[in-house]
């Protein structure tokens, strides 16, 4: 089975098994704060007022036993969550800053996430500085026992408003290392054409981060189906080997750098941004 075709049927079977189960079970989420089913309740914290000008703000997903969300880049078995900021007002671009995810394994495969609670830290930049700000904000995500259920929650704040802002600092503490702080060389990526698409292979000069090792591969455009990494040492080197596959199932050009590779452990993690042809 090709790369191309492990993609279709790996997608055709979650979309079945999604469809059942929410046939059977559905969930809607609705505004924060409301705790949806007893599944997830979420909330807005209103932060501060940065040193650049732009406010920083809170999400706090709060999630019921046994039950999980996922991170930007979910893994196989995952949902990645989707943000529509289109009804807010004096807001001119938002950016979303990811705490150091876990990793989880269920029925053969590997997803990336949160389980209890995470704050996920909204930076907002203005249109108008010293204005008030009102976000209006639409999420799509995937929260997941032992099946996922897609969910939509609708989240409303106005900003400034005083807060407690140590939840947030903390989520921002937690984020990976970036390569510089973590102590990593330079990472080289080998490019290799496929029938459907291309083979990357990093090699990435890092210490061990302890216990197992992940390291996930994304890239600009979020339609490339990209698969899990193999994950492998070599001396002092991480290897990490991804298939690519684009909508086309055809090779196609690659700009290293924009490759991004997030190394997990059960310690650590490790943002890098780009390689270069080794």
Excluded at 86 to 111: C, D, K, M, T
Excluded at 161 to 186: E, Y
Excluded at 214 to 226: F, G, K, N, T
């Amino acid at each position: 089975m090709n790369a191309y075709v492990a993609f279709m049927f790996r997608n055709a079977f979650k979309s079945a098994a999604m469809a059942l189960f929410c046939a059977t079970a559905p969930v809607t989420p609705g505004w924060a704060g409301n705790d949806v089913s007893g599944v997830i309740r979420a909330e807005v914290l209103p932060g501060w007022t940065t040193k650049s000008g732009t406010h920083m703000a809170g999400l706090r997903l709060t999630l019921a036993d046994g039950w999980k969300t996922y991170w930007r880049a979910p893994g196989e078995a995952g949902i990645p969550p989707q943000f529509n900021w289109a009804g807010s007002q004096n807001i001119a671009g938002v950016s979303v800053h990811w705490p150091r995810p876990e990793v989880f394994h269920q029925n053969g495969l590997r997803s990336i996430g949160y389980k209890h609670q995470v704050v996920l830290p909204v930076e907002l930049s203005p249109r108008q500085a010293g204005q008030p700000l009102v976000l209006n904000g639409e999420i799509q995500l995937g929260v997941c026992q032992d099946i996922c259920v897609p969910a939509t929650l609708s989240i409303h704040a106005n900003l400034p408003a005083k807060s407690d802002s140590a939840p947030i600092k903390a989520a921002l503490a937690a984020r990976p290392q970036n390569a510089r702080a973590a102590g990593v060389g330079a990472v080289t990526c080998r490019v290799e054409p496929l029938s459907d698409g291309l083979r990357l292979t990093a090699r990435i000069p890092v210490k061990a981060l302890g216990g197992d090792e992940v390291a996930v591969i994304e890239l600009s455009d979020p339609s490339i189906w990209i698969s899990e990494s193999q994950v492998s040492r070599q001396g002092r080197y991480l290897v990490a080997v991804s298939d690519m596959v684009p909508a086309d199932a055809a090779p196609f050009s690659l700009d290293r750098s924009t490759v991004r590779i997030t190394l997990l452990s059960d310690r650590r993690a490790v943002d890098i941004r780009g390689c270069t042809g080794d």
